[in-house]
């Protein structure tokens, strides 16, 4: 079920939320546990019942192996350590066979020639998030950081229905305490008005921004057949890149918000990426508990940067190429992480010999790079990636004839290599493109975003009703275009 | 809390009520008036009135405006000595309304032809502007028709921007007779469009073809033709399906995505039992034959298109009007 959908606002929400402190107000506090767990399953299940049951192998699996974790003595066969060898072996097994295995069998028929057949299966909805909340978890149990001996409230846990499907990435420590708390039992105007209020900036930003965005994106990046002038290769490109972001924090604003309903506070996921001045700042605001995820459980464990320059530059860019392939089995989700990592070394490197630079420039190296990169992170084929980046910088420069006819003068600039003729007709309408590209960068590097939106809330009369306007004409526009977010397939 | 409370109980009363306002609004309020259905309109009544006034059999060509621009109906009449019709407006019309519209002139024992835009063949539900503007100002009878969720789709596509230029406009007197007949003296009788002399450099400077993924889909484009099909044999009508004249570009016939989709056409509609009539290369010509887009020829080019057509079916059609004879 998607959070833009009818269904799922109008008829699941609301019986989710009312059945849910109903439950609590009878102090059915159990059952109203069992109620939520049913209810975000329900929800996992709408889009396909048949991986349900892998989801819950995988929630009994860790819980069992935890629960050895915890419950260790001398007398256990297996070692503690074999305990969380054999815990993660799993998880990543799950996470490779569904999501590599067939990336794996046509590499090794490239290499050697072999005609091995691929398996193609469905990627499960949400393994990719769930896997990782579920290791972080084995892992701080490991360590002793967490002690969940209730089954349920770790099914709670993985299956919270606002961040299942993709994130925010949970810890345990962060959710429980909030779950256990008294006082979340009941309900919380504040945190509706809260929630209401950020679920339908979400809303707006994947219906009405995203899904704009996602047009011009596809028209770029999937026609295969089409030639990009210059100025097409870079609306596609900044198209996907603000696609992504709006799509993604829309989502993202939109699990905080229903999270909110419920008096759970998930943790922030980004915060203005794009104002970024360096990619180690770019990567403390995008996807932030992805980030933190890495660094704690990846990064640190390779060593971190306790072991000299070279072994942190190589735990640097082993880091970023399996944040790559998490996203997606392929090459070019590799060689996205392989550009972020290379540019986290050189920026630490130039950090260190103490170089800086006006911050106008280095935004417009950060904001460039990433925009670079993410033809690599879009692109189906190499060879789309190439096609567009080379459209970038070696396209032909053309300007809409209707340039022509308005200002004849301009005529001048074909002495200069430019030619009129299409525009950005491949892509979208010329004129719906050339105002909304300068009013998202507008948006996205001088309103305050949705976390400072939040801070900043007061529930006038005002917001009320433009929050009415923002939610309605939301729901209005997607009713003509209906698409799935974007970090549903990572 | 208090505040809170009057917060969260406003926007469950206000967002229904902006609902209900901004889509009766645009279901009472809305007409387009900028941009294409008032052409639409007045070449479809012009184009439904030459057709209902045939008693006898007749060919009726069915398309968007590549057609409109395309073959002539009033040569094909000359040549096969049967009233022709050129029913084709405009591609953004989609398939099924386009469909459902020929359906009004059609009667036992006529010959549709149905060079649709590979738009047209490949549509699989998007929603079309130009259609639901249209729809909203002059068919409200269709749109009456439609179920809740159509409507309230087709309502939904009409933009705050639209809107307001629809509020704007309707305090303006529009479309006199003389308007009208600016756009009719174009036309023949047949309903062909006459008089595009020239060819924009710039205007026809367009991309490849975009195919769909995988090239294979049966789209919601084609199931429409299935069924019409179906509708022409229950009604005694003879369909054949053509192909849409564009500007020829060497990828089509030597990049292999280009040959499947036409393979892939061809076997589709010989698969459902639909007779085509040529080649989507029979219907391609040099870029400097059309107009002011691929699929809009220039008039000396809809003669040459014309004068192919009839060789490509001329053994079809002789028969099929002699048997009917």
Redesign the interface.
Known sequence: MLFNSYEFIFIFLPISFFIYFYLNHKKLIIIAKIWLIIASLFFYSWWNIIYLPLILISIIFNYKITQLIIEYNDKNYLSKQNLLQIGLLFNIGLLVYFKYMDFFIENINTVFSSDIGLLYLALPLAISFFTLQQIAFLIDSYEGLVKERNFLDYMVFVTFFPQLIAGPIVHHKEMMPQFENIRNKVVN??N??IG?FIFSIGLFKKSVIADRFAVWAT?GF??????LNMLEGWVTSLSYTFQLYFDFSGYTDMAIGIALLFNIRLPINFNSPYKSLNIQDFWRRWHITLSRFLKDYVYIPFGGNRKGKFTTYQNLMATFMIAGIWHGAGWTFIFWGFLHGLAIAIHKAWSQLGFKIWSWLAWIITFNFINIAWVFFRAKEWDDAIRVLHSMFFGQIELS?KF?EVVPKLDILRDYGVT???GFS?IGGNKEIMFTIPIIFILVLLIKNSNQLIDNFV?T?T???L???I???S???F???HSEFLYFNF | MKKYKKFVTRFILLVPILFVVYLSSIYFLYFDSRNDSFTIKIYYDYKENYAKSIKSQKIVFVSGSNNFLGIRASQIENYFNIPTVNLSVHAGLRTEYILYKSKKVLNKGDIVIIPFEYENLMFNGEASIVKNQYLLTYDRDFLDKQDFISQLKILSSISLYNFAFSAYDSFKEFYSDEVKYSYIKHLNRNGDMLDREKHFDLKTKKSLLKLLSPIDLETEGLKEIVKFSKWCDNHGVILYMSYPNMIYRDEYKNKIEYKQYFTFLAKYFNDKNIITIGTPYNAMYPREYFHDSEYHLISKASDIRTKDFINQSKDILIKEIKNKK
């Open positions: 105007y504040k509706i008005s209401l028209n999937d026609t295969s057949t089409l030639t004839y022509l009129f003729g299409a491949n529930p009369k917001i009320t009703f929050i009415s306007i939610f309605s004409y729901v209005i526009s009713l003509t275009i």
